[in-house]
Structure formats: C-alpha cells, structure tokens
Nanobody
Framework: QRQLVESGGGLVQTGGSLRLSCATS????????MAWFRRAPGEQRELVAS???????TYADSVRGRFTISRETAKNTVYLQMNTLKAEDTAVYYC????????????WGQGSQVTVSS
C-alpha cells in the first residue's frame, strides 16, 4: 500500500508563506490524482487543491490565487505552496492519493498542523 509522509507545517503570521511536502512511496507518476485536504477545528474536511497526472490543477475558491499545488515526479513528492496566509487557513492539512482516478482517496498522509496567527 502506498505510504504518504508529510512535512513542512508550522506557525506563521498572517500574510506569510509555508510550503507543505508530501513524499510518496513508489512512483508518483503512477498516481492519477494527488490532493491536499484540510480540517479546521469544528469544521468538515475540505478539499483544498488537486493535481491529476495531466491537466490543470484545481483549487477551492477560498485558496485560489494564493495556494499552488505541484507534482515533482523526479522526487516522488507533491507540494502545496501557501502564500498570503490568513487566520482562516489554520487547520490540519492532509495529502491524499487517488491511485486510479475513481474518486477514492486510498492513501493519506499523517497530517500537518498549519497555524496562522493574526
């Protein structure tokens, strides 16, 4: 089973930037769709960004223009670059893999806490 290991969370001030990394076991190229989700306290899990093997990435309205998802196949790693962070971006962030493009995310990272202080 594919393993996902996240890194890069932390505490940042409003307006700052962070980059999350998600390293995958096996070949990233084989994964149809990689995504980042987040869950804020008391809220439901939200799909933040996704990147398929081909085609343009997609973003939630709340982060479009501020966040960038990218797949670096040579390193088997997916990134989420987060700029102009807001207090409402505070959440635990999870990367996830939809191996076959069937909408099922079968592998998940351990979660990374991102805290944006105002």
């Amino acid at each position: 089973q594919r393993q996902l290991v996240e890194s890069g969370g932390g505490l940042v001030q409003t307006g700052g930037s962070l980059r999350l990394s998600c390293a995958t076991s096996g070949r990233l190229f084989d994964v149809y769709n990689m995504a980042w989700f987040r869950r804020a306290p008391g809220e439901q899990r939200e799909l933040v960004a996704s990147a398929r093997r081909a085609g343009a990435p997609t973003y939630a309205d709340s982060v479009r223009g501020r966040f960038t998802i990218s797949r670096e196949t040579a390193k088997n790693t997916v990134y989420l670059q987060m700029n102009t962070l807001k207090a409402e971006d505070t959440a635990v962030y999870y990367c996830a893999a939809d191996e076959y493009g069937n909408g099922r995310y079968d592998a998940w990272g351990q979660g990374s806490q991102v805290t944006v202080s105002s």
